[in-house]
């Protein structure tokens, strides 16, 4: 093996290395935010019960413990789309994170194979450049592949991002009629 291609072969080990570090280090810093929502929410709905368990053992009458289900209720609904919504940030802030690394990758990649395939060309003997042919059409199809499963990732986060909105704007209505039914047993 000559030096250069140890030299190639050992610059193309430390850069996937650092590919690696790159997303390992992303991966973690996602699962860390991730213990970090579920232990609030976790320390949230613990606090939430609690009170709300004291406030209907509290209660005097049976309408007072209906107008108290009722509003009690609520704010669950409020803290669960919040925690959904955290989540969802956090998700796609993270595969923002991914595809960023993946696609710095994939540029360095195109880079060093497009220079390959013309250092092919120049240094092939005769019949060398179908090979290098070869190689850049080979080089073309996946650089449309990653194109569309980049396009096909985005619509997919579109996706998921409408649907967020949509449950927050579901969301709304139940709100009011919540309280609209909280106040008109609280009438009674």
Do not use: W
Request: net charge neutral; aromatic share 4%.
């Amino acid at each position: 093996m000559s030096n250069p291609n140890l030299e190639q072969l050992t610059a193309a080990q430390k850069a996937n290395a650092e590919v690696m570090t790159a997303l390992m280090r992303t991966a973690f810093n996602g699962l860390e935010r991730l213990t970090a929502l579920n232990m609030a929410a976790t320390r949230e709905f613990f606090n939430t019960t609690v009170a709300s368990t004291q406030q209907l053992l509290a209660a005097k009458d049976a309408n007072a413990v209906a107008k108290l289900g009722s509003e009690l209720t609520q704010p669950s609904t409020e803290k669960l789309m919040d925690y959904s919504r955290s989540l969802y940030d956090l998700v796609t802030e993270m595969q923002k994170e991914v595809t960023s690394v993946m696609e710095a990758q994939y540029s360095n990649f195109q880079q060093t194979a497009a220079s390959a395939v013309e250092k092919a060309k120049t240094a092939t003997p005769v019949g060398g450049d179908v090979f290098a042919a070869t190689m850049q059409t080979m080089l073309d199809a996946s650089t449309k592949a990653f194109g569309q499963m980049n396009s096909m990732a985005k619509q997919l986060s579109d996706i998921a991002e409408a649907n967020m909105q949509a449950a927050t704007k579901a969301a709304a209505p139940a709100k009011t009629s919540a309280t609209a039914a909280a106040r008109k047993s609280a009438t009674k």
